[in-house]
């Protein structure tokens, strides 16, 4: 259930440009605080649905409280058998050896239902209001127009793991997107004495990328951090092709617009974290971190159009150089403390992060024909974003005979603003004047308090349940600085989560879960001032737009069918009054880009995973999805419905050629993709990855990325009013060559240390003591 009412002021308009520049990125714990989706440790295996027991650390490494039996189940992890958590699917990412090289992008790009496209945007399972959150938490670089910059710049190796929650539980919050979670689980380490890795990569037409990781731990501490720096460059070229059709008479007046750009990227960062058992009871911990993204696109467009008769009414060649830089930063600190009864625990968690942004751009219009809603021919914008959040939440737990209580509480703030000012040049003098129908600054900040409760019942050996609900009230205030607009929106929310799970054998466990979401509207979809893009787009967003709401539901079924490691799961969906976006040709051939409220959507699918040896030396790893998607065609005079049966798969294939040689080939498949007014063609690319060993601290490492330089992506619009096609190519085939070096105590004996690269020949990985061949990204810790 859910309320909303909205307020509407009206001031005198006013404006201002102000920058705000702050340090600015990315918040890594080193333990799991209030409301995270913390890794849970090795442990044997139990019956469904029963609670985890704590498991003691390493002698000499710092000890958090004892942990109460977790509602999210075991997670036990070999190179042959997986299990996935009641409400989650884990993925080790740090076992794939292309992480000394890849980007986070490039390893979400991985990852089972998960895709990421040229643009950066993210979408898992087709859907695209996919909420990413940082150690269970969200942080303000994962926010809007900054996720993509950040997830193409941070280094995989600083992850651990990667879990995808379809159907989140009640400690998960909406805001940020308020759809289904990645969580992304930074990289720890707390073995006794010090660890540490270096890896250096060096790719085509100048690219490169370094990264360290180090950690120590000694008696009641434990201290770690991460540094990196990559540079890199990527070209794009693509074609537009453009039908506005007269709805009175029919008459086609076709356009097409050629574009080709190049970007180049510096990104800079750090993190660094440590943990105090202060006394027997409580501990303490404090994390920082810092990173600056700097990137400079030149760009080139060139426009033509005619009338239904065959006439040029425009035709120009726009030129554009683009300077930007973000600046992210984060500080947290958090509190365990241990409760008298056996597994109760209390933890406060205080989480800060921000994110500003500074982008100069300068452009010039050459006209052979000149639009009539042309501008002046030389002009430049300056664009100012800075994003605040504040995080604080709390979370207790206590065992029962029969099964575990959680309960806890949220309050976060999220304040945003963003500044645009235009200037045109006088071709003559290279005098600047403000253009005032193209300047604006917008203001949003939204406050959120939730409470959540969650109780998990052992029913008997082979029954689990867990049930939760989530209050949410969350407040937003919207000031259109510019115009003088002011809105203000409140909404409330139940929002109720059920999980079964049933013990069918030793190897067989089904699962059974429902999530209700809400998807709130975003900083940008709700600025209403219409935003210049170039002589023949323009943009706003909707101040009216109210949440969608999603029900979902899924069946999973996890087995073993001989040496085959199985998952295999079945969904449902239904979302209404979905956000989709909107667009209108308007007079002179401008085609305006809005967000508005429009109608329906269902889908369902067959999700599937398989895993297993071929041979002594081969492991494969397959998955996959079959969905059906229907929702309606936004523009459709008839409400008419599109829809789709979209096949998506990936496949790994490793090869272990003898202990220092290894080959990994990733095979990717993503399937048609709906959206409002049309659908996105298959897309389909290829990785490949080679590691030698050459000692047991050193190993080469070459991949090549989009190996045979088959990634596009096409989009297909199709309304009553306009039929586009539009086609959009990236750099095509990257190669990469660098060595990754590990040093410290690492698979020291009496210790549990996991090694971060699992390659070849080195301790717990293919060829080296314990080894059970090769390893690959599937579902993990």
Request: hydrophobic share 30%; glycine share 12%; aromatic share 8%.
């Amino acid at each position: 259930m859910s309320t909303h009412h909205q307020v509407v002021h009206l001031r005198h308009p006013r404006r201002r440009l102000i920058a705000h520049l702050v340090a600015g990125t990315l918040l890594v714990p080193l333990a799991a605080g209030a409301q995270q989706a913390p890794t849970a440790p090795e442990q044997p295996k139990q019956p469904a649905g029963a609670p985890v027991q704590a498991q003691a650390p390493a002698q000499g490494q710092a000890q958090a409280p004892a942990q109460a039996p977790a509602v999210e189940a075991t997670v036990t992890v070999t190179a042959t058998k997986t299990q996935n958590r009641i409400d989650r699917q884990t993925y080790d990412v740090k076992a794939d050896p292309a992480t000394s090289n890849d980007s986070v992008a490039d390893t979400l790009n991985k990852v089972p239902a998960v895709a990421v496209d040229a643009d950066g945007n993210v979408t898992l399972r087709g859907r695209q209001n996919v909420q990413i959150l940082v150690d269970g938490k969200p942080s303000a670089m994962m926010q809007g127009e900054n996720r993509a910059a950040a997830i193409a710049a941070l280094p995989a190796a600083d992850l651990d793991s990667v879990e995808v929650i379809n159907n989140p539980g009640a400690q998960f919050g909406n805001e940020g997107g308020g759809g289904p979670i990645i969580n992304l689980v930074m990289r720890r380490e707390r073995s006794p004495g010090g660890f540490a890795v270096l890896n250096g990569n060096v790719g085509t037409e100048g690219r490169y990328n370094t990264s360290g990781f180090g950690s120590y731990t000694s008696g009641r501490y434990s201290v770690q951090g991460a540094v990196f720096r990559r540079q890199d460059k990527r070209e794009s070229s693509g074609e537009t092709r453009r039908e506005r059709i007269d709805p009175v008479t029919g008459a086609i007046s076709p356009s097409s617009q050629v574009t080709e750009g190049v970007n180049r990227m510096e990104a800079t960062g750090f993190n660094a974290g440590m943990t105090y058992n202060w006394g027997e009871k409580d501990v303490v911990g404090a994390t920082a971190s810092f990173s600056q993204n700097e990137n400079e696109n030149e760009s080139s467009q060139r426009y033509r159009s005619t009338t239904a008769a065959g006439i040029i009414d425009n035709e120009y060649l726009r030129r554009g150089l683009n300077e930007s830089k973000n600046r992210n930063y984060s500080l947290g600190g958090r509190l365990d403390h241990k409760g008298d009864a056996p597994g109760e625990i209390f933890k406060l968690d205080l989480r800060l992060s921000g994110t500003d942004g500074d982008t100069a751009s300068r452009y010039g219009n050459t006209y052979t024909v000149r639009p009539p809603s042309a501008g002046a021919p030389d002009s430049r914008q300056a664009y100012l974003t800075d994003t605040r959040i504040a995080d604080f939440t709390g979370d207790y737990e206590l065992p029962g005979a029969h099964g575990v209580f959680k309960m806890g509480y949220k309050v976060a703030r999220n304040s945003s603003t963003f500044d645009n000012a235009y200037f045109d040049i006088n071709g003559s003098t290279g005098a600047e004047s403000v253009n005032r129908n193209r300047t604006n600054r917008f203001e949003l900040d939204d406050t959120t308090y939730a409470l959540y409760g969650s109780y998990q019942w052992r029913v008997n050996e082979k029954w689990g349940v867990l049930g939760g609900l989530r209050a949410e009230y969350a407040d937003l205030d919207m000031n259109q600085v510019t115009t003088g607009q002011r809105v203000s929106n409140h909404y409330f929310d139940a929002i109720p989560s059920a999980f079964v799970t049933y013990g069918l054998s030793d190897d067989t466990t089904l699962r059974l879960s429902y999530a209700h979401r809400i998807r709130r509207p975003g900083a940008g979809e709700l600025n209403p001032f219409v935003i210049y893009r170039d002589e023949l787009n323009i943009s706003s967003g909707n101040p009216n737009l109210q949440p969608t709401n999603t029900d979902s539901l899924e069946l999973g079924v996890e087995t073993k069918l001989g040496k085959v490691d199985t998952n295999v799961r079945l969904y449902a969906r239904r979302d209404s009054d979905l956000i989709q976006e909107r667009r209108f040709v308007l007079a002179n051939d401008v085609l305006l880009t809005t967000r508005e409220n429009a109608g329906s959507a269902r889908s369902g699918g067959i999700e599937f995973n398989f895993s297993g040896r071929a041979t002594e030396k081969l492991m494969i790893n397959v998955n996959g999805n079959v969905g059906y998607a229907e929702q309606d065609v936004l523009g459709s005079v008839n409400a008419d419905k599109r829809s789709a049966t979209s096949i998506s798969g990936r496949a790994r294939i490793a090869y272990q050629m003898d202990r220092a040689n290894s080959f990994a080939l990733m095979l990717n498949a993503q399937g048609k993709t709906l959206f409002g007014e049309g659908y996105r063609q298959p897309v389909r690319t290829a990785d490949f990855n080679y590691r030698r060993t050459l000692t047991p601290a050193l190993s080469l490492v070459v991949n090549i990325n989009d190996l045979f330089d088959s990634q596009k992506t096409e989009t297909i619009t199709e309304t009553d009013r306009l039929r586009e096609y539009s086609v959009r190519r990236g750099s095509g085939r990257m190669a990469y060559v660098g060595l990754s070096y590990r040093f410290g105590s690492f698979g020291n004996a009496g210790g549990n240390r996991r090694p971060m690269f699992m390659g070849p020949g080195g301790p717990g990985g293919p060829g080296g003591p314990g080894a059970g061949g090769p390893v690959f990204i599937g579902p993990g810790r």
